[in-house]
């Protein structure tokens, strides 16, 4: 038989208490009981709890990431931007509980937690960038409309987790609007942007 993967038990135990509760109600005798390993390979893996707790939020950001890779397929850009925002929020949805405690922990105080789901945050915006044909580097004025976007993403799918009463569809349509309506503020505040507006235009047929 194959040897489990000991890490990744410990990641998966870990990741499933950390969605329920908080992280100082969790014990990592408990961690460690729930993944059926010895107690000290949480030390040896991850040196305490703090580090086995970063490592299941690097561990969902990369889960994420993985989303995000899948090629874009075919149709009009406002076709490949929907069927990214669908599969992004399909992920979220799946995985409710782990993505409303990495939200949770992002905002939280702890710096090292922050600079993941920052970073995290910061790659998805600059892949639609990418694709929308932006220069490098962005100007200011982008950069602070994607990274506001990215953030009214994000509470869009909270609200639709906690009520459920928003057809995925419907939440699609209405993040990609709302990303065409900040890159065209965008383009107004700073013409310089290095965006068509015809290409922004087409984000929303």
Request: hydrophobic share 45%.
């Amino acid at each position: 038989m194959t040897r489990p993967d000991r890490r990744r038990l410990l990641i998966e135990a870990a990741a499933g208490l950390f969605a329920d509760r908080a992280y100082d109600e969790i014990t990592t005798t408990e961690i460690a009981a729930r993944a059926g390993v010895a107690y000290g390979l949480i030390a040896h893996h991850f040196g305490n709890k703090r580090g086995l707790y970063l490592a299941t939020i690097a561990a969902a950001a990369d889960r994420l990431r993985a989303v995000h890779d899948t090629a874009p397929g075919d149709g009009t850009p406002g076709e490949r931007l929907r069927g990214a925002l669908d599969r992004h929020i399909a992920f979220m949805q799946e995985n409710a509980a782990g993505f409303l405690a990495v939200m949770r922990a992002g905002n939280g105080s702890d710096p090292e937690v922050r600079a993941i789901v920052e970073d995290l945050r910061w790659q998805g915006a600059r892949r639609l960038l990418d694709a929308l044909g932006a220069p490098d580097p962005v100007r200011p004025v982008l950069r602070t409309a994607m990274c506001g976007w990215v953030g009214c993403l994000d509470e869009m799918i909270i609200d639709q987790l906690r009520h459920r009463d928003l057809p995925r569809g419907t939440l699609v349509a209405l993040a990609a609007a709302t990303l065409a309506a900040a890159l065209r503020a965008a383009a107004e505040a700073d013409p310089a942007i290095g965006l068509d507006p015809r290409t922004i235009d087409l984000l929303t047929t």
